[in-house]
Structures are given as C-alpha cells and as structure tokens.
C-alpha cells in the first residue's frame, strides 16, 4: 500500500499522452518493486494466505507500469484489455491453487479465495466494457448483453464453486435490470422495488441453495477432465 500511494504520489494514475504518471513513468517504477519485495517478504514471513493477493496485486502495478514506461499511451488507450489479462492470470494463479486441494482443507484454497477475489472484479468490469463499449446498460441491446454475460460469469462461479465472479457482477446485473424494468414502468420507485427484489431472489436462490444448483448446473460436465481438479459436485 506504501508503494502504491508513493507512485501514485508522482502524478496521476492516468494523465493524458504523457504515460501513466505526469512527471515520469520510469519514476514509478522504483516504489513498485519496493511494493513487490514487500509483499513477498510479508508473505514469507507470515504465510498468511491473503499475501498471495498482496503479491499477485503488487506485480500486476508493476507490470502497469513497466508497460506504460516502454510503451506511453498504450495503457490508457487499452486498458480494458491489460485488466483482462491480468484478471485471466490472476484467474489462472487461482485455479492453480483450487487444483491442489479439490477438498478445500488446506490453505492453499484460502490462497485461492484471495486470488478469486482480486481477479473476479478485473475480469468482469473488462468483459463488460469491452461488450458494451463503456457505456454500460444504456440501452437493451447493452442490458441484455450485461445480463447474459452475467448468466455465463455466473455459470463459470457455480462450476468452479467460487461466488466471487457472482458478486462482482451483482451490480452490472441490477444496472441492466433497473433499466429494462424502467422502459416497461417509468416510475422510479417501482424500477428499484423491482430490481432489489430481483436481487433478492438470485441472492437468496444462490445462497440457500448452491449445492443443488452446483449439483444441477455442472453434472451435464461430469465427463469432463477438468472437473477432477475441483471440489465434487455431489
């Protein structure tokens, strides 16, 4: 967190064509390597599993920075794609880890929640940016878009048996909802009555029951040698 605020001290995180900080984006680069061995020493001396998120996070700054210091103007012109690759490797870190305890008893599946959980917010937001433009739900084409993209994000958590994915999208689905419920009824407060209840009952359907629906989504993929590196589906 130090190296974080004294990189970003240096200018602002995104600054035009002058790169990723105004005054030097090789000057950053220092305080984001003191952040990496930081975050590597912490997590040798401790071993606490959210110091692998610690590491992950610190060399994906590190890798921000060092591709806006080779290449100025590229991080801010595709920024949707670089958080996309980092929220597939993180992704991938992640997997890593579920694969070694399939029974979820040891830390390296704590290790994994961590990881989940940095990169289920990288990968959602990037997706549905670069399926909407950025604009968001700001019309049905987009809603229907974001709502599918959830329903596949949420098909990807339930298998892997990770909600991260499900949370992080939370809100881009209620957004797409409020907006397809607000062309049908123009009114305000039936618009938000209706999208915290639709809320609720994905909330409560996935929260009550995650075995059953685990159990009903993933047996068509039993087959499948992948499913032998996560947790049982019965």
């Not at 040891?106 to 989940?116: E, G, I, V, Y």
């Not at 700001?138 to 709502?147: H, K, Y």
């Given at each position: 967190l130090?190296?974080?605020?004294?990189?970003?001290?240096?200018?602002?995180?995104?600054?035009?064509s002058?790169?990723?900080?105004?005054?030097?984006?090789?000057?950053?680069?220092?305080?984001?390597?003191?952040?990496?061995?930081?975050?590597?020493?912490?997590?040798?001396?401790?071993?606490?599993?959210?110091?692998?998120?610690?590491i992950?996070?610190?060399?994906?700054?590190?890798?921000?920075?060092?591709?806006?210091?080779?290449?100025?103007?590229?991080?801010?012109?595709?920024?949707?794609?670089?958080?996309?690759?980092?929220?597939?490797?993180?992704?991938?870190?992640?997997?890593?880890?579920?694969?070694?305890?399939?029974?979820?008893?040891?830390?390296?599946?704590?290790?994994a929640?961590?990881?989940?959980?940095?990169?289920?917010?990288l990968?959602?937001?990037?997706?549905?940016?670069?399926?909407?433009?950025?604009?968001?739900?700001?019309?049905?084409?987009?809603?229907?878009?974001?709502?599918?993209?959830?329903?596949?994000?949420?098909?990807?958590?339930?298998?892997?048996?990770?909600?991260a994915?499900?949370?992080?999208?939370?809100?881009?689905?209620?957004?797409?909802?409020?907006?397809?419920?607000?062309?049908?009824?123009?009114s305000?407060?039936?618009?938000?009555?209706?999208?915290?209840?639709?809320?609720?009952?994905?909330?409560?359907?996935?929260?009550?029951?995650?075995?059953?629906?685990?159990?009903?989504?993933?047996?068509?993929?039993?087959?499948?040698?992948?499913?032998?590196?996560?947790?049982?589906?019965?």
């Amino acid at each position: 967190l130090f190296a974080v605020l004294e990189a970003m001290a240096v200018g602002p995180l995104v600054s035009g064509s002058t790169g990723l900080f105004e005054a030097s984006a090789a000057a950053a680069i220092v305080p984001a390597l003191i952040g990496v061995g930081g975050a590597v020493m912490h997590y040798w001396r401790f071993g606490v599993p959210v110091g692998a998120m610690g590491i992950a996070g610190s060399l994906l700054f590190l890798a921000a920075i060092l591709l806006d210091t080779a290449l100025p103007g590229v991080l801010e012109a595709h920024l949707a794609w670089f958080t996309l690759a980092a929220g597939a490797a993180t992704f991938m870190a992640a997997m890593w880890f579920d694969s070694r305890d399939v029974a979820r008893v040891t830390t390296a599946s704590d290790k994994a929640f961590w990881l989940h959980l940095l990169a289920a917010p990288l990968l959602v937001h990037s997706i549905l940016t670069l399926a909407t433009g950025g604009s968001g739900a700001q019309s049905g084409s987009d809603a229907l878009v974001s709502i599918a993209l959830f329903v596949a994000l949420a098909l990807v958590a339930i298998i892997v048996d990770r909600r991260a994915l499900l949370v992080s999208g939370l809100g881009y689905f209620g957004l797409a909802v409020a907006y397809l419920m607000g062309t049908v009824d123009p009114s305000g407060e039936a618009t938000l009555a209706g999208t915290l209840v639709a809320l609720g009952c994905f909330i409560l359907l996935l929260g009550s029951g995650w075995r059953r629906v685990r159990r009903v989504v993933a047996s068509p993929f039993r087959s499948m040698t992948a499913l032998r590196y996560l947790p049982a589906v019965d």
